[in-house]
């Protein structure tokens, strides 16, 4: 949807390096998300934002952090990364119900 | 915690087959979504269920919300090609502000 961006598509690092990964929407919604996808593991919630000052750890959050910027904008941080976070990490946006998924950052950690 | 099992993992039919895929709950959802991913795509909204019993079609596509509203499932009918994918539903339960994800159900259709 390219109501929502989200950059670099893709990105291959190596172990220990910080990386950023970017979202931004002109959806005008509060809500934000950050998701993980492996095979097989379907999406898994990272972290979550219903506004600029409510930020909720999800489910998998250990090893990333997150900035609010604007409500349009919600970074996902790798703080020093390593190879089992090698993975296709999607962010999210929504209202109330339906949620607008990004194109997705595939990262690659070597 | 909380879980959202969603069956099959994988089905493979031939054109024109009709599929189905199931997702069942641990504890009562307030509503439940669907998404289609298209492969190397990012998911994408389909339908919302919150009545308990609750019925919705889309063309081909039925979808159901079980009475006690911890199952539903994805009924597609006589299927094409362009219905290859991975299907996921999501619940939301009580008071959790966040989706529960099922895992997904990978569908592929043979022409």
């Known amino acids: 949807d390219a109501d929502v961006t989200q950059t670099p598509r893709n990105r291959i690092t190596k172990t220990g390096k910080r990386i950023m990964l970017e979202c931004s929407q002109t959806?005008?919604?509060?809500?934000m998300y950050w998701y993980r996808q492996d095979p097989g593991l379907g999406l898994r919630l990272i972290y979550y934002s219903f506004d600029v000052k409510d930020i909720n750890k999800g489910e998998i959050s250990d090893g990333y952090s997150v900035s609010r910027q604007a409500q349009a904008k919600f970074s996902l941080s790798l703080e020093s990364a390593i190879p089992n976070q090698t993975a296709l990490y999607f962010c999210?946006?929504?209202?109330?119900?339906?949620?607008?998924f990004g194109p997705g950052t595939r990262l690659t950690v070597l | 915690g909380q879980q959202v099992m969603q069956i099959p993992q994988y089905q493979h039919v031939q054109e024109g087959e009709d599929f189905t895929t199931y997702c069942n709950s641990s504890t009562t959802l307030s509503n439940i979504q669907w998404y289609k991913q298209r492969p190397g795509g990012h998911p994408v909204f389909l339908i919302q269920?919150?009545?308990s019993g609750e019925v919705k079609k889309q063309k081909r596509l039925t979808f159901q919300f079980g009475e006690a509203k911890k199952n539903s499932s994805l009924h597609i009918t006589a299927t094409q090609t362009t219905d290859v994918g991975t299907y996921f539903c999501a619940g939301l339960a009580g008071n959790n502000r966040k989706l529960i994800w099922g895992l997904g159900t990978s569908l592929a259709v043979n022409p």
């Open positions: 999210a946006t929504s209202f109330v119900g339906e949620q607008f």
């Open positions: 269920l919150v009545k």
């Open positions: 959806k005008g919604h509060d809500r």
